[in-house]
T-cell receptor, first 113, second 114 residues
Framework: AQSVAQPEDQVNVAEGNPLTVKCTYS??????LFWYVQYPNRGLQFLLK??????LVKGSYGFEAEFNKSQTSFHLKKPSALVSDSALYFC???????????FGKGTRLSVIA | NAGVTQTPKFQVLKTGQSMTLQCAQD?????MSWYRQDPGMGLRLIHY???????DQGEVPNGYNVSRSTTEDFPLRLLSAAPSQTSVYFC?????????????FGPGTRLTVL
């Protein structure tokens, strides 16, 4: 069965600095990987996904993620953090067998002005 | 399009009561699902549906029932509420059941069981 791990419960970054939110996964076969963001008292919003092709995926709000097959990772990145990026970020994975999406536990990002 | 809508936004129940959380989408999506979100545990899948008349269990189905009589609606029923079901519940949908499809989430229902 597929699984995903987000090793950091909390990430703190100064505004203007680059940010990274880490995600590692385990699946049988090629993974389909997703990042979602949740702002306070809201539902999850889709940021980006990796299906196939270029290992660097660009998404909404200036975010990008790099798929690394050898390290089974899919870290979320942004070159310059904004205070408005402060939110809860979820990594999710699905395997080729069309099983339901599996979410990580989430990482709370706090961008400090 | 309203997207995915959920009602109510907040609900307080007493142990043993039953209720139905409503979920509707107006995007003609095939796939719908229910998750619960608990602190430190992320989102866990309760039930899902790949089309009208078809439902299946997710990771934590006990204590919940679902049905999918129409493409638009996917209600979640709590048969006899327990304090362990205190959580935030999210409904989600995607156009197809394909592995690459993006899920769209509703705003959530915050349920407290006393």
């Amino acid at each position: 069965a597929q699984s995903v791990a987000q090793p950091e419960d909390q990430v703190n970054v100064a505004e203007g600095n680059p940010l990274t939110v880490k995600c590692t996964y385990s699946v049988s076969g090629n993974p389909y990987l997703f990042w979602y963001v949740q702002y306070p008292n809201r539902g999850l919003q889709f940021l980006l996904k990796y299906i196939t092709g270029d290992n660097l995926v660009k998404g909404s709000y200036g975010f990008e993620a790099e798929f690394n097959k050898s390290q089974t990772s899919f870290h979320l990145k942004k070159p310059s953090a904004l205070v408005s990026d402060s939110a809860l970020y979820f990594c999710a994975v699905r395997d080729p067998g069309n099983t339901p999406l599996v979410f990580g536990k989430g990482t709370r990002l706090s961008v400090i002005a | 399009n309203a997207g995915v809508t959920q009602t109510p936004k907040f609900q307080v129940l007493k142990t043993g009561q039953s209720m139905t959380l409503q979920c509707a989408q107006d995007m003609n999506h095939e796939y719908m699902s229910w998750y619960r979100q608990d602190p430190g545990m992320g989102l866990r899948l309760i039930h899902y549906s790949v089309g009208a008349g078809i439902t299946d269990q997710g990771e934590v189905p006990n204590g919940y029932n679902v049905s999918r009589s129409t493409t638009e609606d996917f209600p979640l029923r709590l048969l006899s509420a327990a304090p362990s079901q205190t959580s935030v519940y999210f409904c989600a949908s995607s156009l197809r059941t394909g592995v690459t499809d993006t899920q769209y989430f509703g705003p959530g229902t915050r349920l407290t069981v006393l």
